[in-house]
Structures are given as C-alpha cells and as structure tokens.
C-alpha cells in the first residue's frame, strides 16, 4: 500500500529551538493531517491541511499542504519540555476514499 | 472529547485463543477505523467501517475479523491470536471539522500475546 515517508526518525533538540519535519509520498493527497502521540494515549489532531499551499498554525504549531500535492511540513517554534512526543503525518489520496496513510512517526527530545 | 473509549486497556492472552476488542463511540459517528501500531511501521489500518454492518478491509487485515451491529460498537476479533499480533491496538472515529473532517483515537488496547 502507499507509505508516506517522514523525516527525521528521531530529533533532539534544545529547549527553545525551531523544530522541522516533513512527510513525502509517491501519490497526490487531498488531506494532511498532523497528529502528536504522548506515551499510553493515542494520537491526538494538531492541525489538518486540505487545500494545496495552505499553510495553518496552531500555537507555536505551523504546517503546510505542499503545492505538488505530495509532502507537507510541520514546523514548531521555540520549543518547550512537554513538546515532547512522537509526531505523525497522515494523508489521504483521492481514490482511498475515507482511509487514512500514516507516516512512520518523528520522535522528538526536547532538553531542559 | 469525541466520546471514544476502548476496552480492554490492556490484554495478556495466549496463542491461539481468540481475542475481542471494543471500540465504543457516544457521537453517533459514522466511520470506525481499527488502526495497529509497531515500532518502525507507524499506525496500520485493519479494517473500517462506514456504517452499520458495513465493512471494509485495511491493509492489514489477514487475521483479523470485525463486526458493526450498531453505531456505537466496532469490535475487533482475532480469532486465533499470534505472536505476531502482539501490538497496541487503536479505534478511530471521523469527526467533522470546520473546513472538512479528521479522525479523532481512542487511548488504545495494548495486547501481548503470549
């Protein structure tokens, strides 16, 4: 089936410091989704993309739906402790009708 | 909340013994969505449903068996569990949202099979 592709497996950072990650598919998606996990609990909607070039912010949280259809980016700001979590992408193609594709996850490490 | 709960939280059983897990919305959601996930594979769908009676297979769904009788309930069978499906196990719902939909997680079933 369609794997998407996310970037970096794992990060670790300073407190403080700008966070990046991406998410890349060989197929043309009409949704992203941004989903952060915490350990014992599912993942939880941080932001949703629909429209191409759409860029959305939640916080300290910005993604963007790229223009080819095919990636899109979460971006955090001045990082803190409880940012920590494992990140995921999840998209949907046009012809999957309401399924969902997730990304194999970025596991982030904030330092005090 | 979207009023999602899962049960058990957790499960220890063994090889070959079947296994059922629930997924319990109060949202009269239409899509239910069982979701597994593994270290290195991210969350992996099993099957879904997109009404009452009405399912559909995922991409990992050999082993596996559900059932939508009503709205509320999705359950998840595995008729005879394997080493292999040892893994935490989520429900989902589709959920609207402004714009368009996204999908809301239970906290999950973690399941060890022994």
């Known amino acids: 089936g369609q794997q998407l592709n996310q970037s970096p497996q794992s990060m670790f950072i300073q407190e403080g410091e700008d966070v990046s990650m991406n998410c890349t598919s060989s197929s043309i998606f009409n949704t992203w989704l941004w989903y952060k996990q915490e350990p014992g609990e599912g993942p939880v909607l941080l932001i949703a993309?629909?429209?191409?070039?759409e860029l959305t912010s939640n916080g300290r949280l910005t993604a963007q739906f790229g223009i080819t259809r095919k990636d899109s980016f979460l971006n955090i700001s001045a990082s803190i402790p409880s940012d920590v979590g494992i990140y995921f992408c999840a998209g949907r193609e046009e012809t999957s009708g309401s399924r969902l594709t997730f990304g194999e996850g970025t596991q982030l490490t904030v330092n005090p | 909340d979207a009023g999602i709960t899962q049960s058990p939280r957790h499960k220890v059983t063994e090889t070959g013994t079947p296994v059922t897990l629930r997924c319990h919305q109060t949202?009269?959601?239409?899509?239910m969505y069982w979701y597994r996930q593994d270290p290195g594979h991210g969350l992996r769908l099993i099957h879904y449903?997109?009404?009452?009676?009405?399912?559909d297979k995922g991409e990992v769904s050999d082993g596996y068996s559900v059932s939508r009788s009503k709205t509320e309930d999705f359950l998840l069978t595995l008729e005879s569990a394997t080493s292999s499906q040892t893994s935490v196990y989520f429900c989902?719902?589709?959920?609207?949202?402004?714009?368009?939909?996204?999908?809301?997680f239970g906290s999950g079933t973690r399941l060890t099979v022994v």
């Open positions: 449903s997109y009404g009452v009676k009405d399912t």
């Open positions: 989902a719902i589709r959920i609207s949202l402004d714009k368009n939909y996204g999908y809301t």
């Open positions: 949202e009269n959601h239409r899509y």
């Open positions: 993309l629909y429209k191409a070039g």
